[in-house]
């Protein structure tokens, strides 16, 4: 738990966000392919990501996550809509293996909420879900996998946390702080004022 009051030999509310926020964020769109999806689980090890919808008219949302040091065009473009668990995209990876296909792939919240899952089931389900981020079968007896899995587009949209907070870039540090001990957060998203993610606070 985090001691109510925060303890620094300086005062917390002169500085701001931006200059905490750890940046740049690795960010995911809500439409994506399943590779890259679990590409990003790979090579990151982050607990949450925050998700983005392309906010350009003239193009259509792109497929690939921000995990290059430089943002492309693409990310300046997108605007910030809610954050998604890191749980929550291995179970629906791991399901989308065990059905071949995204297609019509709904997961309900009791199976996505480690809380209501049977802690045997969860532990198996856990080494299935490693197995699959390195490239082997989830069990000895599971079915090849379908052409094409890889390549096909997952929805995000309902697994998004529409209500994660976010703060502007100018919020102070000491602000952010209360709302971490009180809310009990486990990340803050950073924006500009165009709702642009700019970084993202994680507690530690």
């Known amino acids: 738990f985090l001691p109510r009051e925060p303890v620094s030999s300086i005062s917390l509310e002169l500085l701001q966000a931006r200059h905490v926020m750890a940046s740049p964020v690795v960010t995911l769109y ?6 890259e999806i679990r590409d990003v689980l790979r090579s990151t090890r982050h607990n949450g990501f925050p998700v983005v919808v392309s906010s350009s008219i ?3 949302a792109p497929t690939s996550s921000s995990l290059s040091a430089t943002p492309t065009d693409d990310i300046h473009h997108a605007v910030f809509v809610g954050l998604v668990a890191r749980e929550h995209l291995l179970r629906l990876l791991l399901e989308a293996v065990r059905r071949g296909t995204c297609e019509h792939l709904e997961v309900p919240y009791s199976e996505l909420n480690h809380d209501m899952v049977d802690p045997g089931a969860l532990a198996a389900e856990e080494e299935q879900q490693m197995a699959i981020l390195e490239g ?3 069990t000895p ?12 587009i997952l929805d995000l949209t309902p697994y998004v946390n529409m209500s994660a ?9 000491e602000r952010a702080y209360v709302l971490f001990s009180t809310m009990g957060l486990r990340h803050l998203v950073v924006v500009d004022e165009k709702n642009r993610v700019r970084g993202i606070i994680t507690r530690k």
Do not use: C, I, N, Y
């Not at 809500?30 to 590779?35: A, C, S």
């Not at 007896?141 to 096909?152: C, I, K, N, R, V």
């Not at 907070?165 to 540090?173: D, L």
């Open 30 to 35: 809500q439409k994506m392919e399943l590779g």
């Open 58 to 60: 003239s193009s259509t």
């Open 136 to 138: 082997r079968p989830p």
């Open 141 to 152: 007896q599971h079915f090849p996998e379908a052409p094409g899995l890889w390549d096909e």
């Open 165 to 173: 907070h976010r703060v502007p870039e100018t919020f102070s540090v």
